[in-house]
């Protein structure tokens, strides 16, 4: 079933449930204005939608029995990490009770020989690795943004380490989960396989909240790498770093990370983050990890492909503080864009494709942006076939908003021609529902079967990922690739 009471009905529920919610949260049940604002929106598209109450619990049974309460009068919960997302997946678009799980924020237990560790979901991922630093333990997941660990488990996040070390899909090895009607489940275990029963854990991990709220995390670590080596590479043509990238990956060359920026990306960079000794080229930020000699021979491998395809030489950066510049001006590239266009806004895409299919889907993106005459620089992790476009167009302008919408369409449904998805990490929230449908075809009915058996009363973040009530599909004969 889809959500159906209106926002009025929904506002007059919670005024309703506000004492009984108070006795639990006292002053940790906020209703003023600005908090609200705050949580109506994440990054992306500035689209809001203001929940009517705010919750900020500490401890997974008082999420549970907000939920209960919630449950029982029908009033749609979202919850709220640190706000990064991109797709819209906190906007309460029809109203109701906000979880904001960041005062969950508790390093419960680390353990060094087993090489994993449990966490509450709103701790964040730069919280945890600069706890693990003392044990020469780090987790390995890393979208840019310092986000929730509770966000990016339901998200499936992934980003510029996935190439070596995998996205949370790999990372997450158990959850504890608050059902729609309040109960407490504990998911996976910290054995690392298992064949006991279904795997919950990979049912919610991904969810985007529509399924329970994720309240702890198990999260598998990796030992600090002994050596760490940046270099960055610049190229004539996108093609010829796309080509360089490809190489590497089926000569098995195992990189930490390797990232594409084109010449509009690499501009607003150098402008931004003040990257003056580089020039506003197709260009390769990569990290190499392991021993010493072991990075050595990564390296040479990766200047011998990158010379075939004409490229620079390398630019090292060995020195921590000359690594974190590098992948800070990385991390900085949304607010690089913007920048280009103050005032303006920023419309991302996220299209994943098989390697083989790299080259293909870049290029033809390159002139798809160079015919739409907006501007949208590329960024992407390209060692796992992800790139993203920022479209910066003016928010105020409707034929503007409409053809950054209709470029980003077209990005997401190459992708899937071509045998990947329109979304590699971002997720779907509020502005992939009609393309996840072209992608997955029959398969979405059974995800609504599933959302219909979990929260039958359709209270979890309503209106997100899946239409519950099917639309008739605007593009669903579009060929798959393989």
């Not at 979990?454 to 099917?470: A, F, Q, V």
């Given at each position: 079933?889809s959500f159906s009471k209106t926002l009025e009905e929904?506002?007059?529920?919670?005024?309703?449930?506000?004492?009984?919610?108070?006795?639990?949260?006292?002053?940790?049940?906020?209703?003023?204005?600005?908090?609200?604002?705050?949580?109506?929106?994440?990054?992306?598209?500035?689209?809001?939608?203001?929940?009517?109450?705010?919750?900020?619990?500490?401890?997974?049974?008082?999420?549970?029995?907000?939920?209960?309460?919630?449950?029982?009068?029908?009033?749609?919960?979202?919850?709220?990490?640190?706000?990064?997302?991109?797709?819209?997946?906190?906007?309460?678009?029809?109203?109701?009770?906000?979880?904001?799980?960041?005062?969950?924020?508790?390093?419960?237990?680390?353990?060094?020989?087993?090489?994993?560790?449990?966490?509450?979901?709103?701790?964040?991922?730069?919280?945890?690795?600069?706890?693990?630093?003392?044990?020469?333990?780090?987790?390995?997941?890393?979208?840019?943004?310092?986000?929730?660990?509770?966000?990016?488990?339901?998200?499936?996040?992934?980003?510029?380490?996935?190439?070596?070390?995998?996205?949370?899909?790999?990372?997450?090895?158990?959850?504890?989960?608050?059902?729609?009607?309040?109960?407490?489940?504990?998911?996976?275990?910290?054995?690392?396989?298992?064949?006991?029963?279904?795997?919950?854990?990979?049912?919610?991990?991904?969810?985007?909240?529509?399924?329970?709220?994720?309240?702890?995390?198990?999260?598998?670590?990796?030992?600090?790498?002994?050596?760490?080596?940046?270099?960055?590479?610049?190229?004539?043509?996108?093609?010829?770093?796309?080509?360089?990238?490809?190489?590497?990956?089926?000569?098995?060359?195992?990189?930490?990370?390797?990232?594409?920026?084109?010449?509009?990306?690499?501009?607003?960079?150098?402008?931004?983050?003040?990257?003056?000794?580089?020039?506003?080229?197709?260009?390769?930020?990569?990290?190499?990890?392991?021993?010493?000699?072991?990075?050595?021979?990564?390296?040479?491998?990766?200047?011998?492909?990158?010379?075939?395809?004409?490229?620079?030489?390398?630019?090292?950066?060995?020195?921590?503080?000359?690594?974190?510049?590098?992948?800070?001006?990385?991390?900085?590239?949304?607010?690089?864009?913007?920048?280009?266009?103050?005032?303006?806004?920023?419309?991302?895409?996220?299209?994943?494709?098989?390697?083989?299919?790299?080259?293909?889907?870049?290029?033809?993106?390159?002139?798809?942006?160079?015919?739409?005459?907006?501007?949208?620089?590329?960024?992407?992790?390209?060692?796992?076939?992800?790139?993203?476009?920022?479209?910066?167009?003016?928010?105020?302008?409707?034929?503007?908003?409409?053809?950054?919408?209709?470029?980003?369409?077209?990005?997401?449904?190459?992708?899937?021609?071509?045998g990947g998805t329109c979304t590699g990490e971002h997720?779907?929230?509020?502005?992939?529902?009609?393309?996840?449908?072209?992608?997955?075809?029959?398969?979405?009915?059974?995800?609504?079967?599933?959302?219909?058996?979990?929260?039958?009363?359709?209270?979890?973040?309503?209106?997100?990922?899946?239409?519950?009530?099917?639309?008739?599909?605007?593009?669903?004969?579009?060929?798959?690739?393989?």
């Open positions: 079933m929904t506002a007059a529920d919670v005024a309703r449930l506000l004492p009984p919610l108070q006795a639990i949260f006292g002053e940790r049940a906020v209703t003023s204005a600005a908090v609200r604002a705050h949580h109506s929106h994440g990054e992306g598209l500035p689209d809001p939608g203001q929940p009517d109450l705010v919750l900020y619990p500490l401890s997974t049974e008082e999420v549970a029995a907000a939920m209960k309460l919630c449950h029982a009068a029908e009033v749609p919960v979202i919850a709220f990490g640190t706000g990064t997302s991109m797709e819209g997946h906190v906007a309460a678009i029809h109203g109701g009770v906000c979880i904001d799980l960041s005062r969950m924020d508790r390093i419960l237990e680390v353990s060094p020989e087993a090489l994993d560790c449990r966490v509450q979901a709103g701790v964040t991922r730069e919280q945890l690795n600069a706890q693990l630093r003392s044990s020469g333990l780090f987790f390995a997941v890393d979208p840019g943004a310092n986000a929730s660990l509770g966000g990016m488990a339901a998200t499936r996040a992934s980003g510029t380490a996935a190439v070596r070390y995998g996205t949370m899909r790999e990372a997450v090895m158990g959850l504890t989960v608050v059902t729609p009607d309040g109960r407490i489940i504990r998911t996976g275990t910290r054995a690392r396989k298992s064949s006991s029963g279904f795997d919950l854990t990979r049912l919610y991990v991904g969810s985007e909240g529509l399924l329970g709220i994720i309240c702890e995390v198990q999260l598998r670590l990796f030992g600090l790498p002994e050596h760490v080596v940046a270099a960055v590479c610049q190229f004539d043509s996108l093609r010829a770093a796309v080509d360089t990238v490809i190489a590497a990956l089926q000569l098995a060359v195992p990189v930490a990370r390797i990232e594409l920026l084109d010449d509009a990306q690499m501009e607003a960079c150098i402008r931004y983050s003040r990257l003056d000794e580089f020039e506003a080229r197709p260009t390769l930020f990569i990290e190499f990890h392991g021993s010493e000699a072991a990075v050595a021979e990564q390296v040479a491998t990766l200047e011998a492909l990158s010379a075939d395809q004409g490229g620079s030489g390398f630019r090292y950066a060995d020195k921590p503080e000359d690594r974190t510049r590098l992948w800070k001006a990385r991390h900085s590239c949304y607010h690089a864009n913007l920048a280009m266009h103050p005032g303006w806004s920023s419309m991302g895409t996220d299209a994943c494709v098989p390697i083989s299919a790299l080259v293909e889907c870049i290029v033809e993106t390159q002139a798809d942006i160079a015919a739409s005459g907006l501007y949208a620089p590329i960024v992407g992790h390209v060692g796992d076939g992800n790139f993203h476009l920022g479209i910066i167009y003016d928010d105020a302008d409707p034929a503007a908003r409409a053809a950054a919408e209709a470029l980003a369409e077209r990005v997401a449904l190459r992708a899937i021609r071509l997720g779907v929230g509020l502005h992939r529902m009609g393309q996840i449908e072209i992608e997955h075809g029959e398969a979405i009915e059974v995800m609504r079967e599933i959302k219909r058996a979990l929260d039958p009363k359709g209270i979890l973040n309503p209106g997100k990922m899946l239409r519950m009530e099917p639309a008739a599909a605007s593009a669903s004969d579009v060929p798959r690739g393989g």
